[in-house]
């Protein structure tokens, strides 16, 4: 049985985690895909102890799709940066 606290932390992973996937503002999916990642490894940990096995693989499959996001805004970053370059040297 959830006590309120427990309850709390479930909302509160699984609020960040959308937050972090469904975010629209680049600026700030960094540091939403932290927050999110954090959340998800303290209610890990609880989880863990109680055994509830449902939200345990709910966790594994956030916490990978935050890492699969971080992997694929890092390669779009990478692509972006030599089509700048490009851009400027075509200009000049």
């Given at each position: 049985?959830?006590?309120?606290?427990?309850?709390?932390?479930?909302?509160?992973?699984?609020?960040?985690?959308?937050?972090?996937?469904?975010?629209?503002?680049?600026?700030?999916?960094?540091?939403?895909?932290?927050?999110?990642?954090?959340?998800?490894?303290?209610?890990?940990?609880?989880?863990?102890?109680?055994?509830?096995?449902?939200?345990?693989?709910?966790?594994?499959?956030?916490?990978?799709?935050?890492?699969?996001?971080?992997?694929?805004?890092?390669?779009?970053?990478?692509?972006?940066?030599?089509?700048?370059?490009n851009?400027?040297?075509?200009k000049?």
């Amino acid at each position: 049985m959830n006590t309120d606290d427990e309850e709390v932390n479930l909302k509160a992973w699984r609020q960040l985690y959308e937050a972090a996937v469904l975010g629209l503002d680049p600026t700030k999916i960094q540091d939403r895909i932290e927050e999110a990642e954090k959340a998800i490894a303290k209610r890990a940990i609880a989880v863990m102890r109680e055994g509830g096995d449902a939200e345990r693989e709910a966790l594994a499959n956030a916490m990978q799709a935050l890492i699969d996001l971080k992997r694929d805004l890092t390669e779009r970053n990478r692509g972006t940066e030599p089509e700048k370059e490009n851009m400027r040297d075509t200009k000049t």
